[in-house]
């Protein structure tokens, strides 16, 4: 046990016993749902099941229920898949990526990101699939020995490469998050007092002992799946790019897109953390762990990635002229001066000009700010897509196909319903599962709790007689 | 002696003891322990099966025996019992015919398949049209299998049976005192023989006419062209003492001059013009045509002139005028436009007796300076010929208005109408009289305004279940014969007029007497059966005509006709009516297939619509632009003489100023409402004035409706955005020089290796884009056979026969107003159609690509933005764009089920079953020429009233050699892959090599000027690697490197390059 410089700001506030920390955590579990929640859960089931309604009218009659034409053959199917994508990046980097580098403050906001993570991929892995026009056929995508003349998957395609990096990515960071519920399961089972819940709780806690041992295979097996879910960060919304980089399409056939769409979607990640922390931490009176210092830290994320998608945004606009491409410059000039430019404009200003309000101390402080500018943020991203999509594909080469999207009810429905679907999954979370990895949480108690930075060296050395013995 | 082996089955047998002999006989070697098991009470009732369960079983099993005897429904293919000679299952038969319309004529080949007529192309060995067809000819077998056909004659309504018709009707014709037949131009003999039959049967009862004689026929039909072109009748009746339309041989024409006739489109018989116009315009050739086009609305002639004047069809009669004194004549006075009809004329000149100078007013004055102007320019003989007579136009104004006239005084008793619709073309008036006449009689095939309006319907049959035959033009004679049984209970015209004649013998034999009679012995053949049979086959013949070669003297009164165009005074808007090449003058209108085609021009479907001009149309806030969501603006267009119908107001460059244009055709009150969309342009013409002018003024009045009015529109952008590899095109005498880097560069990149000049001057080596390529060549590059195809844009049109063609041969679906709107048509073949814009001139030539001053000014957003407006009065290009079957494929590569691959012999291919619909590749194709099935369009019920493919007589016309796709899958252009295969296999069966030009795609064989070559690249003997190699070859975006297998050639116009 180490004490951690007084410089650093306390990561846990107030005076918490472990006991109090249990008891914060596990408050929602353990009593009857509060009325926010059942009136979030009611507005959430509304939009899911409109949006279940759109999906199945979708699957019913064709396609053609969307906006979709002949030249446009992508535009809010995609742009939300990539948008969901983008926002499931950030739980596991910060599960991941912030253990590895080890990060303390991810302590507090690793699970409700990990699980915004988890639900966002599954709203963005139903995109490509109610995408298709012959749904039934879907499992066609996977390499699967088959009758069909042996038919083989077309490994050149990066709608493939998509398949395997989103289904791996969905698999590893089920099980990276699943197993760091297990110790607070264990916790949760010990507490259950009703029969169903222990045995439920029980059952999946997978019979966690919480002695020496496994702790530290838990560790161990913490830290090989971060070893694992590192690449993988990088690795999905490289391969998301690629589905637009290895195009021909003027402003889809883009070198830099893979580091960019990374940046990208680690920052529309963090934007989405900020809105769901901002409000569960108030509504679940969490503001003892997640404290003013974890949303500057983000905010402090989300300027870096911000920047690094500005820069990124500029790179597109001066190679589209300096490679001197008839299409490519044209299609940059369209996006900026075409029949589109209030999406790009509007992506502009979210994305690469707002994020800099965050220089101010001031303001990456402020938590009704930071609210605002974490939905700003998002609303920058989702733009940020279409106009990718869109304005690349509605005006290619031959100017005779030029076209425009105009979406239609469904289109929209689809988009409110995965919303809806996504808020019902994890209010479903925030009442049943245990929000902040609290297990974890009290590790750092001692070294980054509050009570504990304001201790003296005396008082600090009383409570742990390992220091008493080096007096000696 | 037979050696009888016996085999024992065992050493038993062998044996035969008598306990062997015993056991054999029974069924089971070893005595079943029946008793044993039966005859312990104790097991059996230890034993778990208890009765109860055998029940069950027993009922399970009676249960599911009887359910699995219930057949899902079957659907038997029945084999041939006897299989008629001439068709075997799989293979196509094609049958000589012949199209007539009442203003297209055209010999065509029926393609049928197990007895169903499923395909129409051109008749290759009519020296009249060359095998030109349009949209409308081929589109015509759909409207063969239409539900609304007549299906029986009917009285007042109420269907009922041949018989009652004849025996009511002959009563009725008997007691008539005076019987009218209304047609449109007859161009068949035999029918004319009917007839006369007809008229000699009733001879009694005819209507002796009146003072109308002096270009009456024997009897009283009169005859009736839905468009008229009276005024040639009258005028050549006037310049040379007959009343007839002439020959025109554009082949040999090196100068035209079109004022308003859009004879490469619908001006009288433009379908033996087309082709010989062509074969003038090839660039590598001794000389190619110039046409001026002096014109109001943009028609496809204006598209393809060389020089195009926008003018108000007030002043064609003061062009021609001026043009007849700058060319020497006595003609009238200068016009706004002098410098461009000088420019004519001094053309013209230079031409003499090798040009042709044409209008479209049916004003007979104008017509008569037109043939003064001929005659000057010593056409008459060389490339117009009235000695040898088109007969597809007959029709004369005031016969049709004495008619009208008669049946107003009472003076029809019975009215027999055929082939035209006049209560739809006429309107009121005709209405009004037809109240007066007791008896009237349709011979219509599809309910119409008329047929609707008459007491007896007697349908006829479709053409392709008829004989028919034609003289179109002298000495030309053609055969039509049936290639289906009338699908219902359908009697043909002629059939019915000779039951009536009180002629028995079917029209079949009618007309094999006739030609016996009459063809054959102008034929100089030696047997009838032979020449007939010969005929038969062949479609078409040619008999020597008695040499007439008496030249026409002119002897027309100029100066009278110039004083009476000089007083033709257009006031406020004027109004053109023109065709579209869809529904023409209405024969489209309720055809799914033509109402879906593109206007070659406009790009619009479903809808006739008001032409303006765009700048005027900005002056008055009109919506300019076309798009998904751009509702238009509508107006009500109130015509001076009478008439005025609703419709949208859309922007078409090119338009005169001061003049809108409407098509008719459109707007039919009887018939599939889905189908017939628009507003009645006929009613625009003012009917008080005995000659049909289709020319006016109008006034124009803004409609506000409740709600938005939307076009659908399958081309938004209008203008090509200055990209020079998607258009090439030059100027003659650019080409001329032979410099191909002037007018069809090569694309070349530095390579990074770097030469030194002679000056001593180091630079970078360019080396073609071939060298740059990541991807190997396929592997078959130069083995076996690679299609490929080579379009000549000099030689395109766009008249849109290939788009039809291309749906009737791979089962398009027809998808309706609303989808088309979304971008969503489905047509593999499309003509895309570029007009030039202010900044980027297409005809400017080698400055496509540069920056013009006034674009530097712009700054690069400001020129693109100018870009995108065409020009006042652009110059225009037409695209075929399909499928370019790239070798290094974009669709290819993205599709992650692999449904779409590259063939061995250079084909994208398309396995739709494989197909899951991800649209990846028509995001990832560079040329937009995939289409996905957004929705179910065979059962989708959306569509049950739009497809024809949606109900079982719409569907005979499938062809069977190509899957109907359904929902979710994409699918493209395929070369025809199924001709290919055919040809290949008949190549095999021959046991030769596939012959060049022996397989042709749809729209190859469709093409009226033969613009699309396709072929084997690998064959270096093929006239497609000919093109290939020609120095105006180009590939669309070839630097974009997808190595495609068509090859465009660079549009050549007869023009000068700028300084």
């Not at chain 2, 359910?67 to 006897?82: D, G, R």
């Not at chain 2, 290009?877 to 250079?906: D, I, K, L, R, W």
Request: aromatic share 10%; with cysteine.
């Amino acid at each position: 046990m180490h004490k951690e410089a007084a410089i650093r700001e306390p990561l846990i506030l107030g005076n918490p016993t472990y006991t109090d920390i249990s008891n914060d955590v596990l408050h929602a579990i353990e009593n009857k749902p509060t009325k926010l929640w059942k009136v979030l859960m009611v507005i959430a089931s509304i939009a899911a099941v409109w949006g279940v309604g759109c999906i199945l009218y979708l699957l019913g009659v064709g396609i053609g229920t969307w906006g979709l034409n002949n030249t446009v053959g992508w535009a809010w199917d995609i742009t939300n898949f990539v948008w969901w994508v983008g926002i499931g990046h950030a739980g596991t980097l910060i599960s991941a990526v912030l253990l590895l580098f080890r990060q303390k403050w991810r302590m507090a906001i690793n699970r409700p990101a990990e699980a915004m993570t988890i639900f966002a991929v599954f709203m963005a892995g139903m995109f490509p699939m109610i995408h298709m026009g012959r749904i039934w056929m879907a499992y066609w995508v996977l390499p699967i020995p088959n009758q069909f003349g042996s038919l083989w998957v077309n490994f050149n395609s990066p709608l493939l490469w998509d398949v395997f990096a989103i289904s791996t990515y969905l698999s590893v960071s089920l099980v990276f998050w699943y197993i760091g519920l297990i110790p607070d399961f264990g916790t949760i089972r010990d507490r259950a007092t009703r029969p169903v819940q222990k045995l439920m709780y029980s059952l999946l806690s997978f019979g966690w002992t919480g002695n020496a041992k496994a702790w530290q295979r838990f560790e161990e097996v913490s830290l090989v799946l971060a070893g694992l879910a590192t690449p993988l960060v990088f690795s999905v919304h490289s391969i998301v790019s690629m589905d637009f980089a290895t195009s021909v399409i003027p402003g889809w056939h883009t070198t830099i897109f893979p580091p960019y769409f990374v940046a990208g979607a680690v920052f529309s990640g963090f934007a989405m953390v900020q809105t769901l922390m901002l409000i569960v931490r108030k509504a679940m009176r969490l503001e003892q762990y997640v404290t003013i210092k974890h949303i500057e830290y983000m905010n402090i994320v989300i300027i870096v990635t911000g920047s690094i998608v500005g820069v990124a945004y500029l790179t597109e606009l001066f190679i589209s002229y300096y490679s001197g491409v008839e299409y490519e410059s044209y299609a940059f000039i369209n996006r900026f001066s075409g029949p589109y430019w209030w999406s790009y404009w509007a992506m502009m200003t979210c994305n690469v000009v707002s994020p800099h309000l965050f220089w101010s101390k001031k303001l990456r402080t402020n938590l009704a700010f930071t609210f605002v500018m974490s939905i700003i943020v998002n609303i920058g991203m989702w733009f940020e897509r279409f106009v990718i999509i869109v304005t690349s594909v509605h005006r290619d080469y031959l100017p005779s196909s030029w076209s425009m999207f105009y979406p239609t009810w469904v289109d929209i429905g689809v988009f409110m319903g995965t919303l809806g679907i996504f808020s019902v999954f994890y209010l479903l979370f925030l009442k049943y599962f245990p929000v902040l990895a609290f297990n974890e949480v009290k590790s750092i108690l001692k070294s980054s709790g509050e009570q504990y930075k304001n201790m003296s060296d005396e008082e600090f050395k009383a409570l742990h007689p390992v220091f008493k013995k080096d007096k000696k | 002696m037979a050696n009888t082996k016996k085999y024992w089955k065992g050493l038993e047998q062998l044996d035969n003891d008598s306990k062997f002999v015993e056991s054999s006989n029974d069924e089971f070697a070893e005595q079943l322990p029946v008793t044993e098991f039966l005859g312990n009470k104790e097991d059996l009732e230890d034993a778990t099966t208890t009765r109860r369960d055998f029940l069950k079983y027993l009922g399970f099993g009676v249960a599911a025996a009887s359910l699995a005897a219930c057949e899902t429904p079957v659907t038997k293919a029945i084999p041939y019992l006897n299989k008629p000679e001439e068709i075997t299952p799989g293979l196509a038969n094609y049958y000589a015919s012949t199209y007539y319309d009442g203003n297209d004529y055209a010999p065509i080949l029926v393609k049928t398949r197990e007895g169903r007529p499923i395909h129409i192309v051109g008749n290759k060995e009519s020296v009249l049209t060359k095998g030109a067809i349009n949209a409308r000819v081929n589109a015509s077998v759909l409207s063969l299998y239409d539900n609304n056909r007549l299906k029986a004659p009917s009285v007042k309504g109420e269907d009922t049976t041949w018989a009652t018709i004849d025996n009511r009707l002959g009563k009725e014709l008997k007691a008539a005192k005076s019987v009218r037949i209304l047609t449109g131009s007859v161009i068949s003999p035999s029918a004319q023989s009917v007839l006369d039959t007809f008229f000699e049967a009733n001879a009694s009862t005819v209507f002796v006419g009146d003072e109308r004689v002096a270009m009456k026929r024997p009897y009283e039909a009169t005859v009736y062209d839905t468009i008229s072109y009276s005024g040639i009748l009258e005028a050549n009746a006037a310049s040379f003492g007959k009343a007839i339309v002439p020959t025109y041989n554009f082949e040999k024409a090196k100068t035209i001059v079109s004022v308003g006739a859009d004879f490469m489109g619908n001006w009288l018989d433009a379908l033996q013009y087309v082709n010989d116009y062509a074969q003038t315009r090839k660039p590598n050739g001794e000389w190619m045509s110039k046409t001026f086009q002096f014109e109001a609305s943009m028609s496809l002639s204006g598209t393809n002139a060389d020089v195009r004047v926008p003018v108000k069809p007030s002043e064609y009669g003061a062009v021609i005028s001026s043009l007849y004194a700058h060319l020497g004549g006595s003609g009238g006075a200068k016009t706004a436009y002098d410098a461009r009809v000088k420019e004519a004329a001094k053309a013209l000149k230079a031409s003499k007796g090798e040009s042709i100078v044409v209008c479209g007013s049916n004003d007979k004055n104008v017509q008569v300076i037109v043939n003064a102007i001929n005659e000057l320019l010593g056409n008459y003989g060389k490339t117009i010929d009235v000695n040898t007579v088109s007969n597809s136009k007959q029709g004369l104004d005031s016969e049709v208005a004495a008619l009208i006239a008669d049946m107003n005084a009472g003076k029809v008793d019975a009215l027999l109408i055929s082939g035209v619709d006049p209560l739809f073309t006429i309107g009121d008036a005709f209405a009004k009289a037809m109240k007066k006449v007791k008896t009237t009689v349709s011979f219509a095939t599809k309910m119409d305004d008329t047929a609707a309006a008459c007491m007896y319907v007697c349908p006829s049959n479709h053409a392709l279940e008829s004989w028919s035959d034609a003289n179109p033009v002298t000495g030309h004679y053609s055969l039509g014969q049936p290639t289906i049984s009338p699908l219902f209970d359908t009697r043909q015209t002629e059939e019915s007029l000779l039951k009536w004649s009180g002629n028995d013998s079917s029209y079949h034999d009618f007309i094999k007497k006739y030609w016996e009679e009459n063809v054959f012995p102008q034929s100089g053949s030696l047997m009838f059966t032979d020449f007939w049979n010969k005929t038969l086959h062949d479609g078409v013949v040619e008999v020597s005509t008695p040499a007439s070669e008496t030249t026409a003297v002119f002897a027309g009164d100029v100066s009278k006709a110039v004083s009476a165009v000089k007083a033709i005074k257009g006031n406020g808007i004027e109004l053109e009516l023109v065709q579209n090449m869809g529904v023409g003058a209405g024969v489209g209108a309720d055809n799914p297939w033509l109402q879906e085609m593109p206007d070659p021009i406009t790009k619009i479907t479903w809808d006739n619509y008001v032409t303006m001009n765009p700048s005027e149309m900005e002056e008055k806030g009109y919506e300019t632009h076309f798009g998904q969501e751009h509702s238009m603006n509508v107006v009500t267009v109130d015509a001076s003489g009478g008439g005025s119908i609703q419709l949208p107001v859309i922007a078409q460059p090119g338009q005169a100023k001061g003049t809108v244009g409407v098509a008719v055709g459109y707007g039919k009150k009887v018939g599939n409402q889905e189908e017939i969309t628009g507003a009645n342009a006929y009613l625009l013409i003012d009917r008080k004035k005995s000659d049909v002018s289709y020319y006016g003024s109008v006034t124009l009045k803004d409609v506000e409706l409740d709600e938005p009015y939307y076009i659908a529109c399958t081309q938004t952008q209008q203008t090509v955005m200055g990209r020079d590899s998607v258009i090439r095109e030059t100027t003659l005498d650019t080409y001329k020089k032979g410099d191909r880097e002037a007018f069809n560069p090569v694309w070349t990149l530095l390579s990074g290796e770097t030469e030194t000049d002679e000056h001593g001057h180091q630079h970078q080596v360019a080396k073609p884009l071939k060298e740059f390529d990541l991807w190997g060549d396929q592997p078959v590059k130069n083995i076996g056979h690679r299609w490929g195809m080579s379009i000549d844009m000099n030689s395109c049109t766009g008249c849109s026969a290939c788009v039809t063609s291309c749906v009737s041969e791979n089962n398009i679906a027809v998808i309706g107003k609303d989808q088309v709107r979304r971008g969503r048509i489905m047509h593999w073949m499309r003509i895309d159609r570029y007009y030039s814009s202010e900044h980027q001139p297409l005809g400017d030539v080698g400055g496509t690509h540069k920056a013009t001053k006034e674009a530097e000014e712009l700054g690069a957003i400001g020129a693109y933005t100018s870009m995108e407006n065409p020009a006042d009065n652009p110059s225009v290009v037409h695209q075929p764009m399909m499928c370019q079957h790239c070798n290094h494929a974009g669709c290819e590569t993205v599709c992650p089920v692999a449904a779409t691959t590259h063939s061995n012999e250079g084909l994208n291919m398309m396995a739709y079953n494989r197909c899951i619909g991800t649209r990846y590749c028509a995001n990832n194709c560079a040329y937009k020429v995939r289409r996905f099935n957004w929705f179910n369009y065979i059962a989708y019920s959306k569509f049950t009233d739009i497809n024809p493919s949606q109900d079982d007589l719409g569907r005979m016309v499938l062809n069977p050699d190509v899957v109907v796709r359904s929902r979710g899958v994409m699918e493209k252009c395929s070369l025809c892959v199924q001709r290919i295969q055919e040809g290949k296999l008949d190549a095999k069966k021959a046991g030769s090599k596939v012959q060049d030009g022996a397989i042709q795609t749809a729209c190859s064989a469709a093409c009226p000027t033969n613009a699309i070559t396709f072929g084997d690249h690998n064959d270096k003997e093929s006239k497609l690697a000919a093109e290939r190699e020609s120095d105006r070859a180009y590939r669309v975006i070839e630097e974009v490197g997808q190595d495609g297998n068509v090859y465009y050639q660079t549009k050549v116009r007869n023009l000068k390059a700028k300084a």
